[in-house]
């Protein structure tokens, strides 16, 4: 060996590390990290809906419009930054680890979050600052986030119909809901553009397949037992499917109306009978876990409902409550962010670890 060789040797391994180890990464990443992004996403949402200009003159609502547009701005970027950054890994991991994503799609958990990188980039076209719903930028981006969407549904819910593979009542867990809540968000955009009959249209497939699925899950769900104890946050998706209803039929209806408020209501009733239960997620809060950040987006999704439902009533109790709701949601994002910085180490699972890896041993997490 001469001394060149010898010299490019260390070079070669270098390379060869670091390209096992991106490798790595890429195998350990699956689709359920895009909860950052529902998380990150919705926040924005949330906050563009608070500073929005309306006909609501109470002092509580105008608390939120002294938050400056650059704090916005900045939540914005900040959400598309690590929306990009996870389609972006995501996209590699299709490339280099193709039967891992073929593996991810036939699994009952796992296709389920195959909605949330559509369902996130929703949620920022709704929330953008650079364009308004009826401009034609905003209908290119609606098609292309909402065809996948549909696509999807095709396969999960033609399953439920034709009873082939995975039918409902084997397949049915919390995540599922992430599908109807696919539908209800394209179906709130669609209204922003006032396209009513194509939002009437995802919001009857997401409403009628969510009746059947709040049933199935009352009946398979009666107890802690049937999930990890580390994946329990993933209860707190009961709260998102009728908050983001009540919020597209507002938009659909132009009103928060009866049907809106029952929607809201039952969220509410959801979230205190959780709540009620903290023995439930004890166990799941004693080591972080990326499945913390479920309960950022449900949470968020409920405070964005609470704003259109206090500018509906107009009274003190209605704001406070969205004040309290709204606080709670920043709150939890903030601290999940700060625990997801400490714990960049973790943040990726190990291969000893229980999240969802969608692989040939065909273990039953919940992420």
């Given at each position: 060996m001469d001394t060149k060789e010898a010299q490019s040797l260390p070079v070669t391994r270098v390379f060869v590390t670091q390209k096992n180890h991106f490798s790595s990464i890429l195998s350990r990443f699956h689709a359920g990290f895009f909860r950052i992004s529902l998380s990150l996403c919705s926040q924005a949402l949330?906050?563009?809906?608070l500073s929005e200009p309306s006909d609501d003159i109470h002092k509580f609502r105008n608390i939120f419009r002294m938050l400056p547009s650059t704090a916005f701005l900045l939540l914005w970027s900040l959400a598309l930054f690590s929306l990009v950054l996870l389609s972006l890994l995501y996209l590699l991991r299709l490339l280099f680890h193709f039967d891992m994503v073929k593996s991810e799609f036939s699994h009952h958990v796992g296709v389920n979050y195959l909605f949330a990188p559509w369902i996130s980039w929703l949620l920022l076209l709704q929330a953008t600052p650079f364009f308004k719903p009826k401009e034609v930028y905003f209908l290119v981006l609606w098609w292309i986030f909402v065809v996948p969407i549909v696509a999807l549904d095709i396969k999960i819910y033609g399953q439920w119909i034709t009873k082939g593979k995975r039918f409902l009542s084997g397949v049915a867990n919390p995540t599922s809901q992430l599908s109807v809540i696919g539908n209800?968000?394209?179906a709130r955009a669609a209204a922003k553009m006032g396209w009513n009959e194509s939002a009437l249209l995802l919001f009857a497939i997401g409403m009628s397949h969510y009746l059947v699925l709040f049933v199935t899950l009352y009946q398979r769900l009666p107890g802690s037992s049937s999930i990890p104890a580390m994946l329990r946050p993933v209860f707190f998706l009961f709260l998102a499917a009728p908050s983001m209803a009540s919020l597209s039929w507002d938009s659909i209806h132009g009103k928060f109306d009866s049907s809106s408020k029952m929607l809201f209501f039952l969220s509410l009733f959801l979230f205190l009978s959780l709540i009620s239960r903290p023995a439930l997620f004890?166990?799941?809060m004693k080591k972080f876990n990326v499945s913390w950040w479920a309960y950022s987006f449900p949470l968020t999704v409920m405070a964005i409902a609470s704003t259109k439902y206090a500018q509906e009533i107009k009274d003190t109790a209605?704001?406070?409550?969205?004040?309290?709701?709204?606080?709670?949601?920043?709150i939890v994002s903030l601290v999940l962010m700060i625990f997801t910085a400490f714990n960049s180490n973790s943040f990726l699972p190990?291969?000893?670890?229980?999240?969802?890896?969608?692989t040939s041993n065909k273990r039953l997490s919940i992420v």
């Open positions: 949330l906050w563009k809906t209800l968000v394209g004890k166990r799941s209605s704001h406070i409550l969205m004040l309290l709701l709204s606080g709670l949601s920043v190990s291969d000893g670890d229980d999240s969802m890896h969608c």
